[in-house]
């Protein structure tokens, strides 16, 4: 079932392929600016009288862009016919006329233009039985015209070649030599222009093809890189269907894995570095995402980062994210659940960490004093920098670790090997 | 506007291009959740605009990508058409232009796939009853949208561009993993004042013109 997509404001230009009487360029102007056809014949019309400037404006046109490339069905009324061969008429006559009152050289070079437009009409009709064609039988068709066909283009070349003709001998008198020599230039120029349509396909079939290649390239590796990764972990799973630990372990650094392929760190789709492994000390969104990683991988459970903004990493960042790690680890050894929700956020001058878990519990005030993880490793790790730490856990209902960090603002610093090294100078 | 546990079940319809995700929803809703019904699923854009027409389900879960134009071209099509249905959006994708574009065309909420089937239940009644839902993600994507970071553009229209302390309040703990109950005992605030924060922070996403938002949303040719 066809989808009905809204249409773009405005479509782009095109030449008409249906409805159209001479070469569907002013249908196509009036679909791109979105405004009667007759407006934009009549247009040309006015233009045709003003030194031929609407059919050069048309010609170029003709040349320049291209058909509409589906099938509308537009099934014009007899009037709009009618409104529209007489509009045709009445520029070129408007044009005869304006060029009858100056000098007459235009009046043979009009017989010429006609001739052309009979020819690049021609060519259109094959254009477009190439693509019909091409979409049923792919190879044939290219050249399938018929008598008719032949007919018109041999009509039109003569048109060309007598309004050419005309031209020179009615507004040049010559010497034999330079005669055949303008004979020559003359008999060029006409096949240039008999043959403009076939350059510009030649042209656009040339881009078109580098087109397709790009794509290709790019499906390449993409391709390329899932093999590498997708398909190779989907192997190693089917390899060990008994062991459902290691299979959800496989499955989840595989998404993960992914995930950052596609999305960049945080999963926004941001920051764009979708190549490779995080790169060491890249940022703080960038180390909390690979900790939770780390923590995911060891532990067998799911660790979810939330990351709302980001920052570089500096000696007391560094530190909070080897706080948030431990404190990671300590609810996936202790909290006996299978999900921690890691939610960061960076504030102008303060950065938050909330580990929470939804496990067993314990009350803060009974922990013995033997077992300093959460003491030494959490809370040593941020005070030293000058963080904070707040801990809050219910038996039954779960931990939640709260860890803030001050950081001097403004926050919104680009990533960069500068404002580390100041760091480290001014240690 | 709560639905009482003995009403009738509730109707809702999948829509997603897997048929084994399809199907492996179906069978946990079925199973697990007394009072909600599957009535129909669909694989495309156009059998789900179809069926959806015909059978008027209570809730539509609707996934975000899709071959013919996704979640959002359903949407697009049908609630001028059916305003009474609701649609809550399910994804595997985490992309911030695909959450805030389902989430602009007019869906009340977006879940990730990897929810359990009790949770998905929770998602769909709170928005049958016309509350929004929030994935931590989500949650997460919204309060960076809406953060006044140094250097982002003023807010064009204040009552739409920008977030009230209580709902940042709010937003703050659904990125953290907390449940409405749980936000409510945290900031000593009812369920319900949750529910309208939340409702409220979904109509400000779908419709204010924060420099982000409404270029996630020309990308996707949503305004």
Known sequence: MPVARTAPATPPLARRRSGRFVAGVAGGV??????????????FVVLAAINWAGVLAYGLLWIFVRQEKVDVVRAPGRAERQQALGLAALGIGAGLAAAALGNSVIGPLGVAAVGAAVVWREADESQRRRWTSSARSGVTGAAAGGRSTVLRVLAGAVFVAVGIGVFLIANLQLGQVQFALLAVLAT?????????????????????????????????EIAAHLHDSVLQTLALIQRQPDQ?????????????????????PTGYGRSGSASGAPALDAGLADAITAAAAEVED???????????????????????????????????????VGEISVYVEVEPGEVHVFVRDRGVGFDPDAVPEDRHGLVDSVQGRVTRHGGAVRLRSTPG??????????????????????????????? | MTVPADAEPIRVFLVDDHGLFRSGVRAELDRAVPDVTVVGEAGSVGEAVAAIRHLRPDVVL???HMPDGGGAEVLRQLRPELPEVVFLALSVSDAAEDVISVIRAGARGYVTKTISGRELADAVRRVRAGDAVFSPRLAGFVLDVFSDRPGAAPPGDPELDLLTRRERDVLRLLARGYAYKEIAGELFISVKTVETHVSSVLRKTQ?????????????RRLV
Do not use: F
Not at chain 1, 30 to 43: E, F, I, K, M
Not at chain 1, 254 to 264: D, F, I
Not at chain 1, 411 to 424: C, I, M, N, Y
């Open chain 1, 30 to 43: 009036a679909d791109h600016l979105g405004v009667n056809v007759l407006w934009v014949r009549t247009a």
């Open chain 1, 188 to 220: 060029l120029l006409g096949v240039a222009v008999l043959t403009v349509p076939w350059w510009v396909r030649l042209m656009r079939d040339l881009g078109e093809e580098r087109r397709e290649r790009i794509v290709e390239a790019e499906r390449a």
């Open chain 1, 244 to 264: 459902p630990r290691e299979v959800l372990r496989l499955a989840r650094g595989q998404e993960r894995e992914l995930r950052h392929w596609l999305y960049g």
């Open chain 1, 298 to 336: 060891t532990y067998s459970l799911d660790v979810r980062p939330v990351v709302v903004g980001d920052r570089p990493l500096d000696d007391g960042l560094r530190a909070l994210v080897l706080a948030a790690r431990e404190a990671m680890v300590n609810a996936a050894k202790h909290a006996q």
């Open chain 1, 397 to 427: 209902t779960g931990t939640e670790v709260h860890l803030s960090m001050p950081v001097d603002a403004p926050a919104a610093e680009p990533l960069g090997p500068e404002s580390r090294t100041q760091k480290e100078a001014t240690r």
């Open chain 2, 62 to 64: 609707l996934d975000v």
């Open chain 2, 207 to 219: 419709l204010s013109n924060r420099y982000e938002l409404s270029r996630w949303a020309s990308d």
